[in-house]
C-alpha cells in the first residue's frame, strides 16, 4: 500500500510552534494597530492646533477682539473629534473596537 501525502506531517512540538508564531503575529497586529491609532491622534492634534490658531488669526485681523469670538464653534469641534479620537487610541475604550464588532458579527454569522 503506497498511500501519497501531499501535506506535510508536523510533530506535536512544530505544530504547537505555528501555533504560537500565528498568535504572536495576531497579537503585533493589533499593538500596530494601535500604535497607528496612537500617531494619528498625535498628527490630529497638530492639525487641529494649527488650524485653530489660523482661524483666530483670521478673526483677530478681520473682526477683532472687541467682535463675537465665532472661532470656538470649530474649535469645540476640533476638541470633539479629539476626545474620540483619545478615547481610542489612549483609553482602551471598546466602543469603537474593530475586533468586538468583528466577534459579534461571527457570532451572528454562527447562529
Do not use: C
Not at 466602543?95 to 468586538?100: G, I, T
Amino acid at each position: 500500500m503506497n498511500t501519497e501525502n501531499n501535506e506535510e506531517d508536523f510533530s506535536p512540538h512544530q505544530s504547537l510552534q505555528v501555533i504560537a508564531d500565528m498568535i504572536e503575529k495576531v497579537q503585533n497586529d493589533k499593538v500596530r494597530r494601535l500604535a497607528k491609532k496612537r500617531v494619528a491622534f498625535k498628527k490630529a492634534v497638530v492639525i487641529t492646533s494649527f488650524l485653530s490658531i489660523m482661524i483666530t488669526l483670521i478673526w483677530f485681523f478681520t473682526t477683532g477682539p472687541q467682535s463675537y469670538f465665532w472661532p470656538m464653534w470649530p474649535m469645540i469641534g476640533f476638541a470633539f473629534s479629539l476626545l474620540i479620537q483619545y478615547m481610542e487610541a489612549y483609553s482602551g475604550n471598546t466602543f469603537f473596537s474593530e475586533d468586538k464588532e468583528y466577534k459579534k458579527l461571527k457570532a451572528k454569522q454562527n447562529n
